[in-house]
């Protein structure tokens, strides 16, 4: 995933979170916002891991995976919106004991919940 695909500034999480809409998942929660200055422009996303997951090593080993799930679900993903996916307790373990492939699936099944 390209820096420029991503949100890294805190006004740009906070758009999502106050203006854009969510669905949730067992595992997951799935904010999107339409960007209406650059609707042709490529998806971007934001990854928050909150501190009930898990200690820093495990945050990050679970941003990894993330982003790596993100990329593979990237063509599913509308032009012109800003995504934020944000991580639930209990995610890690369901992670490294299910795989990348069953992480995929569940960013997937976030992904087709959001209208287009």
Excluded: C
Excluded at 4 to 10: A, Y
Excluded at 37 to 47: M, T
Excluded at 67 to 88: C, F, H, L, N, T
């Amino acid at each position: 995933m390209q820096r420029r695909n991503r949100l890294s500034r805190s006004r740009d999480f906070d758009a999502v979170y106050r203006q854009g809409k969510s669905v949730s998942t067992r595992s997951l929660v799935l904010y999107w916002f339409e960007r209406h200055d650059d609707r042709d422009a490529d998806a971007r996303v934001g990854i928050a891991v909150p501190r009930k997951v898990g200690g820093a090593v495990v945050r990050n080993r679970v941003k990894r995976m993330l982003r790596e799930s993100w990329r593979s679900q990237v063509e599913r993903a509308a032009p012109g919106r800003d995504y934020i996916i944000v991580a639930r307790p209990g995610l890690a373990e369901a992670a490294e004991s299910n795989g990348l492939d069953w992480l995929s699936e569940r960013v997937g099944e976030a992904l087709e919940q959001a209208p287009p």
